[in-house]
């Protein structure tokens, strides 16, 4: 195929081609793709789980599988299938890299840039729908909503990123429910593998199809900067190993946290009134600029009239003093939280002056370490292994550092900062804390709706 040979043979070809043949050549996938970006031979299966590195062509090879399939010999003509389900994480990956919404057609891996003109589908974002010139339709979904996908039919679906998704195993089920029209209805799924459940469900499954590949497979077409960083960077680390290479990798052994243990935490709950809410940061000890050093670590936590904990956010980042203060303090108004909480061990005074330039009356409280990190968080994963606590939205990133920390420390690269914050916000609301300030969730979403509410002097 010509995207696996060198640079000098691909430019001998195509200096070869008329400008006809070079528009022809354009659009046809199966001259560009490598062998494992092309749908595999055969009927016998259901599923095409394609688990690959970051920059191997994820997106552009479920985007051409979707046109391959709905698109005909001609504009009008029929596809193999006209009602299609695009799932993906958030409603904007949905826009924005499914269907490539706002970039340049023909340039990008989107749906709207892998279609000739003629073959283009009209995108409508209100009504989350692409609509083919021979009237094949495809909606979009998120997994953040399951319920969307309760009742739709579907002859054939596209989901990306499956691994990341907040409620997997809810709308993966949805999903099958609605794969219930043609002959054979077949699912494509390209994703950066986690070792979630669903994952190793659909690895087992009979009817799966399975693609494996790395990002070097893609390195002729990706930035020679960015090889080498990465490489220099991550190659042989377990996060390269999983990013780069798509190795589903097992629980680390003696982790206090289990992928099991974070499945039960995100299973889906109806928000209670919070007794208490805090916002609790974990300072990198860096000066915060962007792509240097860790990230601060911010975490918003309630604690419910259940007597659960709950973490509701995970807004973590790499910004100035000035920036993440700021961030913190918008989401001590938004949750409507009774205080934000800091370490004093570490950086403690200089967190309490940051908070207090850019909001003098936020009510701020020091927590103590007398311990190292492994061992204050291990009443907090007992919480989890009591099925004590619940995760609301994208914490990813945060649960990786959760099944990263073992009794004798952190297994990844750099601070777990996420992992800290989080272990200081629940151990304050659920061992220290007593007096409860009760919060509705109708109250948070109030506050998230109209910025004025509590936090006018952020506008």
Known sequence: MLA?????????????????????????????????????????????????GRGYGKTRTGAEWVRQNVCGSTPLAPGRYKQIALIAETAADAREVMVGDGKIPGEGSGLLQVHPKDFRPIYEPSKRRLTWPNGAIATL?????????????????????????????????????????????????????????????????????????????????????????????????????????????????????????????????????????????????????????????????????????????????????????????????EFLADRIVAERNFGGAMVEHVIRTVDKNVPYVEVVASRGKAIRAEPVAALYEQKRITHIGDLAVLEDQMCAMTSDGYGLEGSPDRLDAAVWAISYLMFTAKTPIVVSPEAIAKSKETPAYRRKRLA
């Open 141 to 333: 979904y998120n997994a953040t909503e399951p319920d969307q996908l309760r009742g739709p039919q579907h002859d054939a679906a596209w989901c990306d990123e499956l691994a990341k998704w907040q409620y997997a195993q809810d709308s993966w089920d949805q999903l099958q429910f609605g794969l219930r029209l043609g002959d054979h209805p077949r699912v494509v799924i390209t994703t950066t593998p986690r070792p979630i459940p669903l994952i190793r469900k659909l690895l087992a499954d009979g009817p799966t199809k399975v693609t494996r590949g790395s990002t070097m497979e893609n390195a002729a077409n990706l930035p020679p900067t960015f090889i080498a960083s990465i490489q220099d960077r991550y190659a042989g680390t377990r996060l390269g190993r999983q990013e780069l290479n798509a190795e589903v990798l097992d629980d680390i052994p003696g982790a206090l946290w289990t992928r099991t243990m974070i499945d039960h935490a995100r299973k889906r709950v109806e928000l209670p009134e919070m007794q208490r809410i805090v916002v609790s940061i974990d300072p990198s000890g860096t000066a915060g600029e962007e792509d240097a050093g860790d990230p601060i670590g911010i975490i918003v936590a309630g604690k419910g009239i259940d007597g659960r904990g709950y973490v509701l956010a995970d807004r973590s980042c790499k910004l100035s003093p000035d920036g993440w203060g700021k961030r913190a303090v918008k989401a001590y108004y």
């Open 4 to 52: 696996s040979l060198p640079e000098s043979e691909r430019a001998a070809i195509l200096a070869d081609l008329t400008e006809a043949q070079l528009e022809s050549l354009r659009w046809d996938w199966s001259f560009w793709a490598r062998p494992d970006q092309i749908e595999p031979i055969g009927s016998n299966w259901n599923n095409w789980l394609i688990l690959a």
